[in-house]
């Protein structure tokens, strides 16, 4: 008699939607990255004062977030920077606005910090976002 008792027991594979398989998380982390980088390029082929303006703030939106002590405080700063966007986008009436752009990357950089805390995004993904917005943050800044 033939049994398939053994077989039951064991754990299927993790199929291409599941957050199990590494190659999502790897291609999850690197279209946001790109997604990122764009929005630093278009960033930098501003004038120097919107730059300048969007890094200060930037800048300083960093400096507290860096007092997040856990990851659900980073969370918070994650969530107030998404509404700073949200009713910036609601009144904005031109597509360069320096507070929408702040919060976005402000956004981005408390992300990739709380992806790379909690291993959501590839290591190295998390770490050039990052380090790209603190280099504007501080390049940019007069």
């Given amino acids: 008699m033939r049994t398939t008792a053994p077989f039951a027991?064991?754990?299927?594979?993790?199929?291409?939607?599941?957050?199990?398989?590494?190659?999502?998380?790897w291609f999850r982390s690197r279209f946001w990255e790109r997604a990122v980088f764009s929005l630093l390029a278009?960033?930098?082929?501003?004038?120097?004062?919107?730059?300048?303006?969007?890094?200060?703030?930037?800048?300083?939106?960093i400096t507290l977030a860096r007092t997040a002590a856990d990851d659900a405080t980073l969370t918070r700063f994650i969530d107030a920077a998404a509404g700073e966007r949200?009713?910036?986008v609601?009144?904005?009436r031109?597509?360069?606005?320096p507070l929408w752009t702040a919060a976005a990357l402000a956004e981005a950089w408390c992300v990739s910090r709380l992806g790379l805390s909690k291993g959501n995004l590839n290591r190295l993904s998390a770490l050039s976002v990052s380090t790209a917005i603190e280099?504007?943050?501080a390049g940019s800044a007069p």
């Fill in 86 to 88: 949200a009713r910036v």
């Fill in 42 to 61: 278009k960033v930098e082929r501003l004038p120097p004062n919107l730059q300048g303006e969007i890094a200060i703030r930037v800048d300083k939106y």
């Fill in 135 to 137: 280099d504007f943050a």
């Fill in 9 to 25: 027991a064991t754990r299927p594979l993790p199929n291409s939607q599941s957050d199990l398989n590494p190659a999502n998380k």
């Fill in 94 to 97: 031109t597509t360069i606005n």
């Fill in 90 to 92: 609601e009144g904005a």
